[in-house]
């Protein structure tokens, strides 16, 4: 094709080292001057490689820029099924704008986000995967970020960020709602911080508790739906969307508030299928519970902090008896036994999962009567404080609460009419 750069030669047939080499000595990231329109963002959306994408992003591509039908980098790629590439650039967020606040603003003494917290939180902010238990794992694996000083500092960036993408003159709405929900989740792994759980593993255990029966996180569930329920900018068509696709669903039924939520800000469908871990949502998962086999994970990491929950279901889902042969059945280990994690195959690891000990299993979340003014809009019953100061929260069980929010404060939004209920 004629008008086409050295850049967007490499970029198209997925060169990353000659990608990186135009990059060093100049190249024009942002040039369009090939016959329709393309740029070289384009093209790395269109090879599927999501390294090289990142790349352009990194130089300063713009996302917005439009080849000679209109199309947008993400659209381009979207069309030909590379939807990782769709998620990459829909949720690049430029390392300028997160560096602005670790520099003293006009009067200010000290910048609102030390230095050292920059690269942790970007980490997060360009995380892909929303499942708030890897976001609560991602801050846990930085112990910069695992304090309490740190984490107050980092929601208030979010926060301030959240604002900015609002009120900037090409608003954003679907950024702005990324970063409060990355707010809320700070907040959350903030406030059992204080509850003295050093380690976080009583808000993982929170997230992942299933409802009895079917396993369902209800409090996963009803977490997400209050982090919608909170986005302070009531006039945003993104939230008018969210709110009526989930508060029809009755908690437990598809499509979740997780599903909606990622689908809107990610672009990408989530399905609960093979290829998700059942802990932490990552994509590409391939081992299997050896006992169910109906449950993928990670690895061994994620499959030892799901058992405690996964356990009580997991019998349910064996395979019929009139399917397994007797000596099978006989050789299957009880459930308060160890149970390891295989690969797809029928291939069993060495290495072996128990339940963590230290543990308990009552956090669970009760149901209360939804209010009908629009403050109380919630998308789903919310927990009760009675409820939640009895139950235990693993570490802290005598302190520790599960409540949705600690920082409730009445609002009202003419978005909704006030007998609308969630």
Known sequence: MHGMTPLMHAACKAQVEVCRLLLQHGADVNCNKQEYGYTALMFAGLSGNT???????????????????????????????????????????????????????????????????AAPLHKIIMSTN???VKMVMLVKESPLLADVGALEKCYRVMDLLCEQCVKQQDMNEVLAMKMHYISCVLRKCLSFLRQRDHNLN??????????DGD?????QEQFIRDVIRKFPYCEATL????????????????????????QALTGQMVLM????????????????????????????????????????????????????????LRELPDHDDEVSVTEDSSVTEDSSVTEDSGVTEDSGVTEEE??????????GPEVSEADASSSTCEASASSSTCEAFDDDVPMTCPAFPTDFHF
């Open 51 to 117: 390294e090289i994408t990142a790349m352009m992003l990194d130089a300063g591509a713009e996302k917005d820029q439009v080849n000679s039908v209109g199309r947008t980098a993400a659209q381009m790629a979207a069309f030909v099924g590379q939807h990782n590439c769709v998620t990459l650039i829909n949720n690049f967020f430029s390392w300028a704008r997160l560096e602005y606040y670790t520099r003293p603003q006009g009067l200010e003494t000290e910048p609102k986000l030390p230095p050292k917290l």
């Open 215 to 219: 396993g369902f996180p209800q409090y």
């Open 202 to 211: 009583a808000l993982l255990k929170s997230l992942l508790k299933g409802r």
């Open 130 to 132: 929303l499942n708030p």
């Open 370 to 379: 939804t209010a009908s003014s629009l403050r109380e809009l919630h998308l």
């Open 273 to 328: 299928d093979s290829e998700f871990c059942a802990t932490c949502g990552e994509r590409g998962a391939e081992k299997r519970c050896t006992l169910c086999r109906m449950v993928v994970y990670c690895g061994q990491a994620c499959q030892s902090l799901h058992w405690f929950t996964h356990k009580r279901v997991c019998k349910t889902l064996w395979q019929p008896s009139s399917q397994m042969d007797p000596a099978q």
């Open 239 to 262: 939230l008018q969307e969210l709110v009526y696709s989930i508060a029809p669903v009755e908690i437990g039924n598809d499509p979740t508030a997780f599903s909606v939520l990622t």
